[in-house]
């Protein structure tokens, strides 16, 4: 018969045994070179802002330095151009953590083990207005007809640009298959289409719409920007593959700021606020 009173010893003794009660590889790497390496996104202001204003480093960045200091170490920071450059980096350990904006998906999961979302955020887009119907003289406009992209199916003949192979290439593919889409290596380029009157609409995430509205301001004269949500996406860090206890704790860590409010004074300093953005 089981006795109670030697529990104590038993867990004791499974916490001499077993590994999982020590601490994990990546965080003894971490602690004893006094740095965290992170790779972020090259091309995604404001999450990460290559020449920077003081104060305003990026809010992919912030958050890495947040969980540095939480560590009581050093932040490294690495720009990298691509999901496959990020996990390349994982994989070999030359990086610890990749938070660089980036879209969870089960292609994506083989390579990487994903926290928990620290920003939610949907394929939108900015639509050129020459091509939406005009609005009916004489009445009162009781609703907008078009907040999201698949306000734009009842619409004939739209072309699409978007960065190819990411979450938004693939949502529009599914929901406009009889649409001319076409994919560009990074998001500046499938912007400059839609400016060129190449396309009649640039896809992007929700956030990088905002930013580029920041950026530009008078875009809203010729583009109108559909943000409404058509399918959650979850923006997460990524990291190498097996150790559970560094993600369990990024997710500890996600779950605070989220909770505290941090993530949603970073959202407001970069998304409610051009102060990021050089003269």
Not at 17 to 24: C, E, G, K, T, V
Not at 31 to 50: E, G, M, R, W
Not at 119 to 139: W, Y
Request: proline share 5%.
């Amino acid at each position: 018969m089981f006795k109670w009173n030697s529990f104590p010893i038993i867990l004791l003794l499974l916490i001499i045994h077993f590994p999982i009660f020590s601490q994990n590889a990546t965080l003894q790497k971490i602690l004893k070179s006094k740095t965290l390496t992170v790779s972020v996104n090259q091309f995604y202001d404001p999450f990460y802002i290559s020449d920077p204003k003081e104060g305003f480093p990026g809010l992919d960045v912030e958050i890495a330095k947040d969980y540095a200091d939480y560590l009581g170490v050093s932040l490294r920071v690495l720009p990298l151009k691509s999901f496959d450059e990020h996990a390349t980096r994982l994989e070999r350990g030359d990086t610890q953590i990749a938070i660089a904006g980036i879209s969870t998906n089960l292609e994506r999961s083989k390579r990487v083990n994903f926290t928990d979302p620290y920003l939610f955020t949907s394929p939108s887009g900015l639509v050129n207005r020459q091509v939406l119907p005009p609005e009916p003289e004489g009445q009162i406009i009781t609703s907008v007809p078009f907040r999201n992209l698949l306000d734009l199916s009842s619409l004939s003949g739209i072309s699409f640009s978007v960065l190819s192979n990411s979450s938004n290439h693939i949502w529009l593919k599914n929901n406009f298959k009889k649409n001319p889409i076409y994919s560009y290596s990074d998001d500046t380029t499938a912007l400059n289409e839609l400016k060129k009157n190449n396309v009649n609409v640039f896809v992007a995430d929700g956030f990088r719409i905002q930013a580029a509205l920041q950026k530009e301001p008078n875009l809203k004269s010729t583009y109108l920007p559909l943000l409404g949500n058509v399918q959650e996406e979850h923006i997460s860090m990524a990291v190498q593959k097996g150790d559970i206890e560094f993600l369990q704790s990024l997710n500890f860590f996600i779950k605070e700021i989220r909770r505290n409010g941090r993530v949603n004074t970073l959202t407001n300093k970069y998304f409610s606020s051009r102060d990021w953005i050089k003269n």
